[in-house]
Nanobody, 114 residues
Framework: QVQLVESGGGLVQPGGSLRVSCVAS????????FNWHRQAPGKVRELVAG???????RYADSVKGRFTISRDNAKNTVYLEMNSLKTEDTAVYYCNAEWSIIYWGQGAQVTVSS
């Protein structure tokens, strides 16, 4: 059974930093590309960042230079390091694993507020 479990969300002040993690189990981690999406209240889910099985990355324009996605194949974990956070970054952050099929995690709430 494939599981993706996000953690590390929480409340942070504008300008602060936070790291969310996604631990995957039940799949061959190294084969999969991983993406972070987010969904704010009343908005559609959007792609934030992605990393391929070989480590190539891509980012949404709104987070370039502030967010960093990385993966640790030994720990079956994908990270999203978020710096210089803005109130508009507030959302539920979802991890997904993509290969021949796509799996989703349950999401982690990130709230940026003073």
């Amino acid at each position: 059974q494939v599981q993706l479990v996000e953690s590390g969300g929480g409340l942070v002040q504008p300008g602060g930093s936070l790291r969310v993690s996604c631990v995957a189990s039940g799949l061959t981690f190294s084969r999969y590309a991983f993406n972070w999406h987010r969904q704010a209240p009343g908005k559609v889910r959007e792609l934030v960042a992605g990393i391929t099985s070989s480590g190539s990355t891509r980012y949404a324009d709104s987070v370039k230079g502030r967010f960093t996605i990385s993966r640790d194949n030994a720990k079956n974990t994908v990270y999203l390091e978020m710096n210089s956070l803005k109130t508009e970054d507030t959302a539920v952050y979802y991890c997904n694993a993509e290969w021949s099929i796509i799996y989703w995690g349950q999401g982690a709430q990130v709230t940026v507020s003073s």
